[in-house]
């Protein structure tokens, strides 16, 4: 059996890593050891594997003897363990969710339903380094899998509104700390019919604004607010999650830098779970009719869910409270733009969790699996 390894099984992506990995009884395909990097020698989550305690996530003599390493742990851990390992000489498969290593020659960015054939190439070639995409981007790709199959965009505008657990385990928390805040608050008020709406709001603008309200992890209050910034700063302007947009569409599309054009802007919503994003699309062509273009989308991929742009459809179907802890990505407000035939806006919802995250690794482990001998 495989010898893998998991570090990061406790974060966000990692739990849902595991949950899924149970679900479809991936560890009675696997020899499957547990790392941590805090809590080492304590007791492993049980999935009826051989090792029950946990390892060093820093032990390289551990790490070296795996077949397979899968990291949710973030891009610190990358950087300090994996050229440690290299230069051990493990030859290991390295599957990975954080972004460091995505844009290396030496990695592939994971996304089977979309780019299974370099994957399998690149497994042929020897490349060792599997990396899940970043969760927005890989997303688009599935709900736009239709109109890329036609090679039909020729850019989007990405505008999208990002959840708090795409930033991790404790700003999930945090953002709940901060709701509850909030309405504690005007608790004592807020069934009171007598209380002047302008009171509440004025109580809650307050306290958002607060010296004690807990914003250590997100910087700023998200409960009753948005936050238009997310990842560090480039020099152009962009942010880097922004920056990732177009860079990683064309890698995983196996297309030269630059090739579409993807450029927008990223805002963390008081949203739990799964991204949403609105995209304004430039086509390569006039003559498509919002329904040829829908049925394109919905025929794509198994995951993807056209909505009927209407009211009922669209709050039953096209939210993250519909979406979330699902593998659909939701395709709805398919609609031409006035600026000519050729443009289109749609909006998307997928969770970020699943396929933006935890499903592309999932899915890696498997086909190395299938072809472990
Ligand atoms: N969240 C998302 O939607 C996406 C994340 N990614 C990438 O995946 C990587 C991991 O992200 P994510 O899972 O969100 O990060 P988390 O912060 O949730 O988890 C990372 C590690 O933090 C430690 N940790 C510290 N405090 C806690 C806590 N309260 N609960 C759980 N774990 C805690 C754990 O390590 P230990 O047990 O060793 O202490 C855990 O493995 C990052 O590189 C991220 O960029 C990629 C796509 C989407
Ligand atoms: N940055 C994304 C999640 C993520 O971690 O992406 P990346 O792996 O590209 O850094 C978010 O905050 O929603």
């Known amino acids: 059996m495989m010898k893998v390894g998991f570090v990061g099984w406790r974060g966000m992506v990692g739990s849902v890593l595991m949950d899924r990995m149970q679900k479809e009884n991936d560890f009675a395909k696997i020899d499957a050891t547990f790392f941590s990097t805090s809590a080492a020698g304590g007791l492993a989550p049980d999935y009826k594997q051989t090792q029950k305690t946990l390892k060093d996530a820093y032990a390289i003599d551990e790490l070296t003897r795996l077949d397979c390493i899968v990291t949710t742990q973030g891009s610190d851990y990358t950087h300090d363990v994996l ?6 000489g493990w030859n290991g ?32 070639n020897g490349i060792k380094n599997y990396i899940g995409g970043n969760c927005t981007v890989s997303l688009m790709l599935l709900a736009l899998d239709g109109l890329f199959k036609a090679d039909l965009i020729e850019w989007i505008s990405s505008m999208t509104y990002q959840a708090a657990s ?18 504690d608050s005007v608790s004592d ?100 009719s919002v329904e040829q273009i829908s049925e394109m989308i919905a025929s ?27 593998l659909d990505i939701a395709v709805g407000r398919i609609k031409k733009l006035k ?35």
């Not at 930033?167 to 700390?177: K, P, S, T, Y």
């Not at 997928?350 to 690794?361: F, K, M």
Request: charged fraction near 20%; charge should be neutral.
């Open 83 to 88: 050229p440690k390992l290299r230069a051990a």
């Open 93 to 124: 498969y390295w599957i990975d969710a954080a972004s460091a290593l995505r844009m290396n020659k030496d990695a592939l960015i994971i996304l089977d339903p979309i780019n299974g054939d370099n994957i399998n190439n690149a497994l042929d």
């Open 166 to 183: 795409g930033a991790g385990a404790n700003n999930i928390r945090e953002l709940l700390l901060q709701s509850g805040k909030l309405y």
């Open 189 to 288: 008020i807020i069934n009171d019919k007598s209380a002047t709406i302008l009171d509440i709001a004025s109580r809650v603008n307050q306290i958002i604004n607060s010296a004690g309200f807990p914003k250590e992890y997100f910087g700023a209050p998200l409960a009753g607010s948005v936050i238009p910034w997310i990842d560090s700063a480039m020099e152009n302007g962009q942010t880097k999650e922004e920056w990732k947009g177009a860079v990683e569409t064309n890698k995983i599309l196996g297309l030269t830098p630059d090739t579409v054009k993807v450029e927008g802007l990223c805002v963390r919503v008081g949203v739990l779970r799964s991204h949403s994003q609105a995209l304004t699309i430039k086509l390569k062509r006039k003559d498509l």
């Open 300 to 326: 794509a991929n198994p995951w993807v869910k056209v909505i009927a742009n209407n009211k009922p459809d669209t709050l039953a179907g096209l939210t993250p409270a519909a979406i979330s802890g699902t």
């Open 339 to 373: 600026f000519g035939d050729d443009y289109i806006a749609l909006f998307t919802v997928g969770d970020q969790l699943l396929w933006g995250a935890a499903e592309p690794l999932r899915r890696m482990v498997n086909i190395l699996v299938s072809r472990y001998a």
